[in-house]
Nanobody, 120 residues
């Protein structure tokens, strides 16, 4: 069993940066693929970024968001720069099998989510 806890969300103005962190307990995070998803009110959960042997980001955040992992700290982070109002959502961290990538059903474990709100 793996427990995931996200942190780092908040309310910022457009153009600002935030860094989300996801800390795992129960098993080493390094044994999983990790992903970030987001869900805005009334919308489906959407892929943001994932990392296994390599890092991937959605086209909508490419050039602004970066995913990274620190195996020593058992964390995965999402650096978000130049935030836009359309980035407003609850952001979820997930862990899954090594081949997990951009689909929510690839992932077995989820955090509780952290709210990111970007004002214009």
């Amino acid at each position: 069993q793996v427990q995931l806890v996200e942190s780092g969300g908040g309310l910022v103005q457009a153009g600002a940066s935030l860094r989300l962190s996801c800390t795992a307990s129960g098993r080493p995070f390094s044994s999983f693929a990790a992903g970030w998803f987001r869900q805005a009110p009334g919308k489906e959960r959407e892929f943001v970024a994932s990392i296994n042997w390599s890092a991937h980001v959605a086209d909508s955040v490419k050039g602004r968001f970066t995913i990274s992992r620190d195996n020593a700290k058992n964390t995965v982070s999402l650096q978000m720069n130049n935030l836009r109002p359309e980035d407003t959502a609850v952001y979820y961290c997930a862990a899954g099998a090594a081949k997990a990538h951009m689909y929510p059903h690839d992932y077995d474990y989820w955090g509780q989510g952290t709210q990111v709100t970007v004002s214009s």
